[in-house]
C-alpha cells in the first residue's frame, strides 16, 4: 500500500470515527427513561445515512426508495385498514408502515457503519 493510500485510509478512518461516536459505550443514567436515547439515535441515524447516500449511490438509492414507499402508502386512497370506516384504528397499519420505514433505514445506517468499520480495518 503506497502512501497515498495509507492517507486516505486514515482520512476515511478518521470520518468514520466521527459519525459512529454514538456506538462507543457509556453509562446510562438508570433513571432515564430512554426517549433521549431514541431520539438521539434518530438524530444519528439521519447524519449517517446523509453521509452514505453522498458516498454511495445504492445506499442512496435504498433510502429514497424506503422514504418514497412509505410516503406512498401514507398518501395512498388504499389501506389495509381504512381510516374510513375504522376510525381511529384506521390509523395502526399506517404507524406500523412508519415503523417499519424507521426500522429499515436505522437498520441501513447500521450496515452502513459496520461496512465502513470493515473497510477501515483492511486499509490500516
Known sequence: MNDEDHKAAERSNHR????????????????????????EQFQDDIGILRY???????????IYMTIGF??????????ILPEASLG????ID???IILLGCWILHSLAERFIRKQRARARRNL
Not at 16 to 38: A, C, M, Q, R, V
Request: proline share 6%; glycine share 6%; charged share 30%.
Open 94 to 96: 399506517d404507524i406500523g
Open 52 to 62: 452514505a447516500s453522498r458516498t454511495e449511490i445504492c445506499y442512496k438509492f435504498l
Open 16 to 39: 468514520l470515527n466521527e459519525y459512529t461516536d454514538i456506538f462507543k459505550p457509556e453509562l446510562k443514567d438508570p433513571s432515564s427513561d430512554g426517549k433521549e436515547d431514541i431520539i
Open 88 to 91: 381511529l384504528i384506521g390509523y
Open 70 to 79: 412509505v410516503a406512498l402508502y401514507l398518501l395512498s386512497p388504499l389501506d
